[in-house]
């Protein structure tokens, strides 16, 4: 890649910043080149971002229809899956799809509450309804 | 409390740890680029890991493993390197302050969704950032995180949740900083051997690593259901993987690229410099991957997972070639 083959077009993901890419200069030497970045990236890290949003509002339908505590919704609203929440918390997948439960839900202690809220970065206040 | 390094100099990078390794380094007396760190401890690699799952899709990783860069340096630098980790997160912080006040730059393993400077879009859990804090202003840290292009900073408490997040490779609250470097220079055998390194991990037996692994991929990808919505998801997870995450664009392959040429100079070997344009080539070839890729994915053509596999499988004939003659090369 020649200097000015570095995406430059700019991409909305990366909120203004920069990031470092290598191309090579017109004496042929490859040097750090400050990016804006460009569709390619752009485009993969929206699609990313949207698979997250699908799964979200598709959380929020289920929590809306009675079936799914808001734990699910500010799962993925704060960008983790089954697997990565069970990791953070250290609470085994079975017991957080039974936090997933409603009346389950309503049970749970201040301090499971809390320990839920810490690793997604909200309150316990919010974690209980949804936004 | 203020307190801050002065001599200290931030520097952009592509990739957090080689940059954190060669800012770290160069601060003190062994002046190493971001190419250099990130060569000379054979930092790249392919790997294709099914079973570990990084946001619902398997681990794709165009280099080695975090900690490989920075561990990397202690041998071709005959370094003591200091790490330390912290199971009481006050005392995590505290050693952090006391390492400023006596003038260290500190490396820190963070996880990017707790840094407030990062940009909203790109705060996913990832446990295994690096950067150095070099001061402390009042309640803020100042930071050097090599992939922002300018020094940030980040509130005690923000970084302590960094420090401390849980999950896959939770930082711990680790810590590091050079104890000493007894070699300042980086020689020629050093080079050659992380050269010898590399070419034995890209050329290696495993399946799932190196050449093999690529082809591996290739193989995955021409199997893709194009009626599978997952499908196009999964072709945009390799390439982020490949332009996103700290690469320096391509997969780390302009990166290497760039070390190849540094390393030409250092040993001597011109032969070098012939192979580091042939990898800037294959890096080219990676983009077109991506660009073809992101172009079905907008469907301004059709999916087409045939075609994406052989091109992969193009990168793994080009990879074989260039790594067989990296060998010869440096014989």
Known sequence: MDINEVPQEGNRTMGGHKRAMYARDKDGRIVIVASAGGEVDETVTLQALEFIREHTEAARSRVEAGISSPLEYWMYAQRLDLPQLSQVTGFWQWRIRRHFKPQRFAKLSTDILQ???DVMGITVEQIKTLP | MNMRVESFQHR???????????????????HISEAMAFGLSGAMAFA????????GFPLIAFRMPPKAILKGMVKPFKMRFHFE?????AKGMQRLDELLAQGHIVGIQTSAFWLPYFPADMRFHFNAHNLIVYGKEGNDYLISDPVAEDPQRCDAENLRKARFATGLMAPKGLLYYPEEIGQKQVTPEAVLRAIKKTVRVMLGPVPIVGVRGIRMLANKVGKLDTADKLSLNYVGHIVRMQEEIGTGGAGFRFLYAAFLQEAAEITGREELKVLAEKLNVIGDGWREFALKAVRMIKGREAFDPKLLAQM?????????????????AIA
């Open chain 1, 115 to 117: 320990r839920y809220a």
């Open chain 2, 12 to 30: 952009h990078a592509a990739h957090c740890e080689s940059g954190v390794a060669s800012s770290m380094l160069s601060h003190h007396g062994a």
């Open chain 2, 48 to 55: 294709y890991l099914p079973f570990v799952k990084f946001a």
């Open chain 2, 85 to 89: 980790t912290f199971r009481d997160q």
């Open chain 2, 312 to 328: 992969l499988h193009k990168q793994a004939d080009d990879e074989k070639v260039f790594f067989q003659a990296l060998k010869k």
